[in-house]
């Protein structure tokens, strides 16, 4: 008479030689050369910033530094680097500020009014991902200039949230599609009003979507560079992408300094992204919602 498995038996291995027949080595190499083409510059720049100036155009980026120093980054930091991270920090957050506040009701509205007004709205900010900053930068400044607020902060913030505004639409939109339908209805018997269908409804459950727009918000409002240098000209509300041309000069460029301020200011708007990295990656999938 035949028997079963004993009791407590793991059928672990089957489940295992299962896993690993779904192995797919073109995705793994794929995965490792993709890792490799973002690593290696990232190395070599970080590499190139710990090098004297002397040594920084016969130095091979692919070898460490034989004499590795600090001086760069004190140079750096000594140079007014604190005032320009602090000016972008003001940047960065007052856009994605601007952007939460405004594309977040308006993605709402949009997804759930059928009004002729709403759906005119929301294909005009989708027009709004057409149009790049460059065709645009004459009429800006001019209105910049009428305004008073040239060489200023908001010189800056309000053009690159008002830029950031279409994708960051699209995105919300896209997200707050994906909320049931059922939920609000079961919202709609409990007596709640459109804005508390808003805060406790929508907001918590589009998290991955909001994540995604502070993360490319902030990236615009951090990378940003024809804004800056179009609307401002002193030293008071410069950022940190107009900083770099401190080590620029007409007889030559400090290029590990340069690049040690590359990598400082880039560690901030990283670590944005590791706090968020999880939400983001699920508002781009789509599901942010779910």
Known sequence: MRTGPAAGTDPAPRRRKHWSGRANPLAGLGSVLWLAVVVVPVYAMISASLTHQSEALGHNALKPPSHPTLDNYDTVLHNGFGHLLWNTVLAAAAVVAIVLVLCVPL????????????????????????????????????????????????????????????????????????ISEDLYEAMALDGASPTRMLFQ????????????????????????????????????????????????????????????????SGVPIFVVYLVARRALVGGLMGVGGK
């Open 201 to 264: 409804l929508v907001v918590p459950l589009a998290k991955g979507g909001i994540s995604t727009v502070v993360v490319y918000a902030a990236l615009q409002a951090w990378n940003g560079l024809l804004f800056p240098l179009i609307f401002t000209q002193s030293d008071g509300p410069r950022v940190l992408t107009l900083g770099l041309f401190n080590y620029v000069s007409e007889f030559g460029v400090n290029i590990p300094a340069l690049l040690a301020s590359v990598v400082l």
């Open 107 to 178: 993605s709402y509205v949009a997804v759930r009014t059928r009004s002729i007004w709403s759906g005119a709205a929301f294909r005009l900010f989708l027009l709004g991902v057409a149009i790049p900053a460059q065709a645009v930068v004459v009429p800006l400044y001019l209105m910049i200039a009428k305004l008073d607020l040239y060489d200023s902060l908001l010189a800056i913030i309000l053009p690159t949230a008002a830029f950031a505004m279409p994708v960051s639409v699209l995105i919300l939109t896209g997200t707050l599609r994906d």
